[in-house]
């Protein structure tokens, strides 16, 4: 990978990023009167949404956006046939008529002038590069996780979206859930003592290469276009066991797994438990079955699959100097001590989207950062990457992330960016 | 290791199945043998599949030596993104010189890979071709060429961008805006302000997607440094929603205190409806100087801009904020009252504690409610005191607001006080608050707080009587049991109904406390009242239910002893779940018993097939099989009658 440019002021507007992302459990900011918010929406005040990769991650998503009285979805757009229809019956029934518009390529979708954002959840494999295509395209963007396949898309997807000024939400929803929120909170301003170590659950630590399957004969393309659906990833023959677009080149081709699936969500909540928005640990090595990595500032980082309490999925621990708190999908809490959880808030399991929904449609009406914004999504990533890749590497490998290289290891360095295929770039 | 022909072989069908994991650095030392194994993989006629996953290797093992074997899969189709992904990776002029001179020989999509690989590479010896290239029949090799060289960067590749703005096809002057902006960012990355300053002022002038426009509008601004504010206020007031959004975008990127002092300026000059929308980018600018404008907008104006700039403070705010945060805290305005006491809640600081403190004692009416509210949810335990003697106070708001505090901080020495002040009080939201408050300490507390509850327990007012049983019954242990087996003795019936109840879900406290159970028992058999009898019995079931002290055969016993009392299906099904939990013999014959109501049965079955689905000491295999066949006959439930042939098909 050649070297990154540096962009305009990019350290300063990451500091604002990280302040942004200070008060996490407090309620809409700007008020809903001066949003539009109060009641019937005039139409030119709707935003209105384009969908890229509609399957039922997609659809899910579509449901929370839909929901929201100052949006209105008028194109959805997949590779699949079967998934375009159910999007659009999804989308017609919510607008009370038929005129949803379908596409296969999102390029057209992309074209239209009328819209104003969009809801990308492809795969994996697409997110990024459809992400930056919308940016450039000017369009603000919802973007499911894992957003980037390695450390230098990372590095892209914060610069094109620091260039166009577009909004970027990553799909990490639990950034505005309560209990999550309010377990950072504790973190951040010293109701657990200086903190020492943040825990997550990966889910699995395992890596996976995508290969390259028989051959079968390929559908027709209102079916499946293949090719738009190998999209950026390099060629291989239609094989229908692919097709799981959740599953293929989740992470990159060599160095996919749990890391990224659910590291995307938890690692990245220790990283902003640590205000860490903007940078990354600075060694990772694998450890009896767990990923331990530290950052500059002394925190370590534990990337383990047992140990946990029983929180649901995607739990999250945080233990300083004179406490701790542990939490997950479940809502629920342990502490140190119950008045840590005295300001608990409301609880709210099953780690839904819609708030997060919420907070990136306030920020395309206000241009303020969102809660997991391109920069936060960056680095949140680039330590899952890192992590694969000392799991891949089986072995201890150190990270600079001012220069945004391994510290004397060429062939990590090596794993940090992988050419796209043609004609696509980020 | 080597790669032998067996692993070359293999290798295919790996492939074929390999969303495995594959190990390449365990797999394969470091080392230039493993770089010419992989080499003559790329040599030999084995699959594509194969070559496509060497040429993944390579980009980890490969040095010059494979640029050989990797370039000519360049030209073709299915393996092209595949070599590339290896070359882009190795280092060294070799790979950039095999990229360059595909260049000359590709067409199409091809051509549009190799440009963008050259473009990740920043190969500065390519920029004459890629300049030839800008003027490509193809929109898309030249669109390529042109973000290419604005990744390049460099005067010449500037140079040609800037002339294709005006000429080039109108499918590719997006693609040369874009590149001139990365121009124009290589040029401020290398201190050259001005010529980046030309190049986005060219944009921006240029007939290129609106997009571009306004990404060379930021760019100007950026670059421009102070001297961009005009050009920023000027998108601010632009009716282009577009413009207003990059500015508010700009206006949190923009460094400089000037910059800040303008734009707190501007914020008085802008249309209401946009001030909010500039506050909070002012907020964000990371700039200390920003507090005193967003304090001023807290102070008063607006009641849109006021709740922003309050709910800002929560991150910006310090103690100079906390006058201004109490003043809207004691405003009629209900939506500005909760803006300014989260926020006050949430300032951090102990300095923000000491100055509230410091406050209460001088506060009256509003204020010091609120005051007192924020020791509370702050946990400000040095404010206990304080706040204890406001108890006294004649004001109804503010013993509402200390009882409320004292629930969330106060120790169990303040449960005196709260007894007190109950057993003065005839406001039934008083004594509501101040019965809650006590079962908060007494749960926080426990034995400490039963001395100061005694006063309740013996109080003539049937009302203080129950609060202090409750209170009592969250304390739990042997002095709060017997002040409840008291109050079932008491001449008062709701009293004595409240004791019942109390008692009756007393064992989820203190499941291990026989005593209870005594009690439970006596209500149980011997109660006057039917709905005492039957409290009784379900307090004692559960009671069972959760005893860890008793044996399986001792807890069937003890539902034996109550079997006569047990009439009702509710009651049934208690002790239904007591038996399941107890797998023995006296559990079993009474679950056939309980069987025989219709009402319960196939809950009965359940716990039959649970028990006599496993081995238990002192039932012979025949009667498991005879009641597993019973239940296999009779049950109608298609799930529980296979659960019990299958039951039955393990007893051997």
């Known amino acids: 990978m050649c070297k990154e440019r540096v962009s305009l002021n990019r350290r300063r507007f990451l500091k604002t990023a990280v302040q942004t992302g200070v008060c996490l459990a407090i309620p809409q900011v700007i008020p ?8 019937s929406v005039a139409p ?3 935003i209105v949404l384009g969908a890229i990769g509609i399957g039922n991650r997609g659809r899910y998503d ?32 919510q607008n009370g008529d038929k ?8 390029r057209e979708l992309l074209a239209r002038d009328d819209i104003d954002a969009v809801l990308i959840a492809t795969g994996p494999n697409w997110h990024v590069t459809a992400a930056t295509m919308a940016a450039r395209a000017g369009k603000d963007v919802y973007c499911e996780k894992p957003c980037t396949k390695n450390i230098a898309q990372s590095l ?6 620091h260039r166009t000024g577009r909004v970027f939400q990553a799909g990490t929803q639990r950034r505005s859930l309560p209990n999550f929120a309010y377990a950072i909170e504790l973190a951040r301003t010293g109701k657990l003592g200086k903190l020492l170590t943040v825990h997550a659950h990966p889910g699995g630590l395992g890596t996976k290469m995508s290969g390259w399957l028989p051959a079968e004969p390929e559908p027709p393309r209102e079916q499946v276009d293949w090719d738009m659906y190998l999209g950026p990833a390099a060629w291989r023959p239609y094989t229908r066991k692919l097709m799981n677009a959740f599953h293929f080149e989740k992470g990159g081709g060599l160095v996919g797994g749990g890391c990224l699936e659910w590291g995307s969500h938890c690692v990245d909540l220790c990283q902003l438990a640590n205000d860490a928005d903007d940078t990354a640990p600075v060694e990772y090595e694998p450890v009896n079955g767990q990923l331990h990595a530290r950052y500059a500032n002394g925190v370590k980082l534990v990337m383990r699959n047992d140990g946990w309490l029983p929180m649901g999925s995607c739990p999250v621990r945080f233990e300083g100097e004179t406490g701790w708190v542990e939490t997950g999908d479940n809502a629920e809490f342990g502490a140190s001590s119950q008045s840590l959880l005295l300001r608990r808030g409301t609880k709210i399991p099953g780690y839904p989207a819609d708030f997060h929904v919420r907070n990136f449609l306030d920020c395309v009406k206000t241009r303020a950062l969102t809660r997991a914004n391109a920069n936060a999504a960056c680095w949140a990533h680039i330590a899952c990457h890192a992590a694969n890749i000392a799991l891949f590497l089986d072995r201890k490998v150190k990270y600079d992330p001012k220069k945004n290289e391994f510290i004397g290891d060429e062939q990590a360095n090596r794993l940090r960016s992988e050419a796209l295929r043609e004609p696509w770039r980020i | 290791m080597i790669i032998s022909k067996r692993y070359l072989t293999c290798c295919v069908a790996l492939l074929m199945f390999a969303a495995s994991a594959v190990t390449i650095a ?11 194994e992989l080499i003559a993989v790329l040599k030999s006629d084995a699959a594509k599949g194969e070559k496509a996953i060497t040429c993944k290797r390579l980009a980890i093992y490969g040095t010059d030596k494979s640029v050989p074997a990797l370039a000519p899969l360049l030209g073709d189709k299915e393996l092209s993104s595949w070599a590339r992904i290896a070359l882009e990776a190795i280092p060294g002029p070799v790979a950039d010189t095999a990229l360059r001179n595909a260049m000359g020989k590709l067409q199409g999509r091809l051509l549009v890979g190799v440009i963008n690989s050259i473009a990740v590479r920043r190969d500065v010896r390519a920029v004459n071709s890629l300049v030839q290239k800008l003027h490509d029949a193809n929109p898309d090799v030249a669109s390529a060429a042109a973000v290419a060289l604005g990744h390049i960067g460099g005067k010449q590749a500037a140079k ?10 109108t499918a590719v002057r997006s693609a040369v805006a874009e590149g001139c902006i990365l121009c124009a960012e290589g040029c401020l990355a290398n201190d050259s302000t001005t010529d980046a300053v030309k190049l986005y002022d060219k944009v921006r002038q240029a007939d290129v997607p609106d997009q571009r426009h306004l990404e060379a509008i930021r760019g100007a601004i950026l670059a421009r440094r102070s001297a961009g504010v005009p050009l920023l206020i000027e998108q601010l007031r632009s009716e282009d929603k577009k413009r207003l959004g990059i500015g508010l975008r700009t206006a949190r990127e923009l460094g400089g205190r000037d910059v800040t002092g303008a734009l707190a300026v501007e914020l008085a000059r802008l249309s209401p409806d946009r001030r909010p929308l500039l506050l909070l980018a002012i907020a964000d600018r990371n700039d200390s100087a920003v507090l005193p404008t967003v304090r001023k907008a807290a102070e008063g104006g607006p009641k849109d801009l006021r709740i922003t700039a309050i709910n800002i403070l929560i991150r910006l705010g310090d103690v100079s904020c906390i006058p201004i945060l109490l003043e809207a805290a004691t405003e009629d305005d209900a939506e500005l009252q909760q803006a300014a006491t989260e926020t006050l809640v949430r300032l951090p600081g102990k300095d923000t504690d000491t100055d509230l403190l410091a406050r209460l004692p001088q506060a009256k009416g509003k204020l010091k409610q609120v005051l007192i509210e924020l020791v509370g949810q702050r946990q400000i335990s040095e404010g206990l005191p304080a706040v204890a003697s406001s108890l006294q106070d004649a004001d109804a708001g503010i013993r509402g607001a200390a009882v409320r505090t004292i629930s969330i901080i106060g120790q169990d020495r303040q449960t005196a006080d709260l007894v007190k002040l109950l057993q003065k009080t005839d406001s039934s939201t008083e004594r509501a608050g101040i019965n809650k408050a006590l079962l908060a300490i007494s749960g926080r507390c426990g034995t400490g707080c039963i001395r100061h509850l005694r006063p309740l327990t013996q109080s003539r007012d049937n009302e203080l009587h129950m609060i202090g049983l409750h209170a009592l019954a969250i304390v739990g242990g042997p002095e709060a049991l017997a002040a409840v087996k008291s109050a079932i003795e008491s001449a008062e019936p709701a009293v004595q109904d409240e004791a019942v109840r109390i008692l009756s879900t007393w064992p989820n406290n203190w499941p291990q406390d026989s005593e209870a159970g005594q009690a439970l028992l006596m209500l149980a058999t011997s109660a006057e009242k039917m709905p005492h009898q039957v409290l009784g019995l379900r307090g004692y079931l559960q009671y069972l239910r959760g005893n860890k002290k008793l044996s399986n055969e001792q807890k069937a016993a003890k539902v034996k002893d109550v079997r006569s009392h047990i009439k009702r299906p509710e009651e049934e099904r208690q002790a239904i779940a007591v038996l399941a939990e107890a797998p023995s013999v006296g559990s079993l014959e009474l679950l056939t018993t309980l069987a025989d109501d219709p009402a319960v049965a196939e809950e009965a079955y359940l716990a039959i097939v649970r028990i006599a689905g496993r081995e238990i000491g002192g039932v012979s295999k025949d009667r498991r099989r005879e009641v597993l066949q019973t239940v296999a006959a009779k049950s109608g439930n298609n799930g529980t009658k296979q659960k019990a042939r299958k039951a039955l098909s393990g007893v051997r």
């Open chain 1, 32 to 39: 809903g009167t001066a949003l539009g918010k109060d009641g």
């Open chain 2, 26 to 36: 365990q797999n394969h030392p470091a080392g230039g043998a493993k770089e010419l």
């Open chain 1, 44 to 46: 030119s005040e709707r």
């Open chain 2, 160 to 169: 040609a961008l800037t002339k294709s703005l005006a000429s080039a096809p």
């Open chain 1, 99 to 106: 005129d949803c518009a379908t596409y296969i390529d999102m």
């Open chain 1, 156 to 161: 892209v997807l914060a610069d094109v979206f």
């Open chain 1, 62 to 93: 579509l449901s929370c956006f839909l929901r929201e009285p100052d949006l209105r979805c008028v194109a959805v757009c997949d590779v699949r046939g079967d998934n375009r229809k159910r999007a659009k019956d999804q989308v017609d029934a």
